[in-house]
């Protein structure tokens, strides 16, 4: 929690106007970055600030003024033993959450909500069952082919899997439904949709631990070369100041910050990846899905 009451104050950060509501946000997502962190260094895992979460770590010492939330990404070893512990790790109000044990979500990444809150997408308001308190993002990297004919094959396998998925799960958001696509999701979903969920992680790791040169979030974007990076970059961990906490980042942050984003120390707004969330940090998702 904060020390001190001004940080939950609306201020102007870099020309942009923070609100004292997402000052609110900031500090549950905050709190729950701190849980994460105290869990991954009792059990010696290792975990890295990622996309915008480390552009502001490095450029802002904390949040990007007009960010919305904050990004982890995990080498998918950490991230898999991380699984095998969290649900004796993390107790209410917090909760992590995977595809494996919260009905109906079906992302290819874990986020940490606080279940007293809420953080619902706006495409999936009142879609779906799952927790949708805020949360913060916690990413695996995956070994990414060096041969590019098989990266384009593993990347086809994924997008593949991933398809099958928004058939299934997905398809009560779909804007464009039909008699067809209506019909399709009723047969696919005959089929459990953690199957689907089991045949994508596969194809994402199928070249761990044979010595590739680069990693990716490809379980999130499977396909974007701005979330590929040498896997050389991530040898290193250093820890900086994050608003009023700290975070890990990659010691070689510079390689990874200038390949995703160019010249990262020019500042250029843009929207946060969600779009629109509908937040409330004193209020529980669950009084929003009745």
């Known amino acids: 929690m904060p020390t001190d009451n001004d940080f939950l104050m609306e201020e102007e950060r870099c020309g942009f106007t923070v609100t004292a509501e997402m000052k609110k946000v900031w500090t549950v997502q905050l709190d ?16 890295f600030a990622s996309g915008g979460t480390l552009l502001g770590a490095i450029r802002h010492k904390g949040y990007i003024p007009w960010d919305d939330d904050i990004d982890i990404m995990m080498m998918r070893e950490d991230y898999d033993k991380l699984l095998a512990i969290a649900d004796a790790e993390f107790s209410a109000p917090y909760f992590f959450q995977t595809a ?4 109906q979500y079906s992302r290819g990444h874990a986020q940490l909500r606080n279940s007293n809150t809420t953080a619902i997408l706006a495409e999936e308001k009142g879609c779906y069952p799952f927790n949708q308190g805020i949360f913060i993002d916690i990413f695996p990297a995956d070994a990414v082919a060096d041969d590019e004919l098989a990266r384009q094959k593993q990347c086809s396998r994924i997008r593949l899997w991933e398809k099958l998925l928004n058939v299934t799960v997905r398809y009560p958001a779909n804007k464009y439904k039909s008699l067809p696509k209506t019909v399709l999701h009723a047969v696919a979903s005959l089929i459990p949709y953690r199957f689907f969920i089991q045949q994508k992680e596969k194809a994402c790791t199928r070249y761990n631990g044979q010595g590739m040169k680069r990693v990716g979030l490809i379980s999130f974007l499977a396909d974007d ?20 906490t700290t975070i890990d980042i990659p010691a070689d942050y510079d390689t990874l910050l200038a390949h995703q984003y160019g010249d990262y120390m020019t500042m250029t707004q843009e929207n946060s990846y969600h779009g629109g969330i509908i937040f409330d940090a004193e209020r529980s998702y669950l009084d929003y899905l009745r």
Do not use: I, M, Q, S
């Open 100 to 103: 494996w044990n919260d009905k």
């Open 225 to 244: 070369e701005r979330l590929v990076f040498p896997a050389a970059a991530f040898d290193r961990v250093e820890t900086v100041p994050f608003e009023y």
């Open 32 to 47: 729950l970055l701190d849980r994460f962190g105290e869990v991954c260094r009792r059990h010696g895992l290792r975990y």
